[in-house]
């Protein structure tokens, strides 16, 4: 199901290789979200997101900024990149109130830095009330993105690219 405003595109290969890239937050299998994906992105808000069958138990920052969390739990998670733009990470709505699966190492609203090291899940913990274990990746909109691509398949945090972005021309008029 993708939004009629969605600007992704997934791939089954590689995607363009132009454009900013964005390295995936957690490693796992990556698909387009299915029935079961959470309410937020059922609701048409999140148009531009993958689902994320989550293999591994460590969110890593993806590039320099900031991180904040949506809920006391850590389940919704925003990396604020310098330059505006948006990365919101969303557990399954079942595992909201699961705070004990999310152990978090650093403070909310605070800097990070590329590759760090943001949060410890426990997929045994947190499996009992979504199996397969999923999170919904998204960039939320912003101004200066012309398109979004992603592919399917395994990625590695911290290691390959969850997103390219294509940037809208900003050549003068």
Not at 57 to 86: C, E, N, W, Y
Request: aromatic residues 6%; glycine residues 8%.
């Amino acid at each position: 199901m993708t939004s009629a405003f969605s600007k992704l595109t997934l791939h089954t290969d590689q995607p363009p290789a132009r454009g900013f890239e964005i390295r995936s937050p957690v490693s796992g299998l990556v698909s387009a979200p299915d029935d079961n994906a959470g309410t937020v992105y059922r609701s048409g808000l999140l148009p531009d997101a993958v689902q994320i069958q989550l293999q591994g138990q460590q969110l890593l920052a993806p590039f320099t900024g900031a991180v904040s969390r949506l809920d006391m739990g850590g389940s919704r998670i925003i990396l604020h990149h310098p330059q505006g733009l948006k990365l919101e990470i969303c557990f399954p709505d079942a595992c909201q109130q699961q705070t004990m699966g999310f152990h978090w190492l650093v403070a909310d609203r605070s800097k990070i830095q590329a590759g760090q090291q943001l949060l410890q899940f426990d997929p045994s913990r947190l499996q009992r009330w979504s199996s397969p274990l999923t999170c919904l990746v998204s960039i939320v909109e912003h101004p200066k993105i012309q398109r979004l691509h992603s592919r399917t398949g395994f990625v590695a945090a911290g290691q390959d690219p969850l997103f390219w972005l294509e940037l809208k021309s900003t050549q003068a008029h």
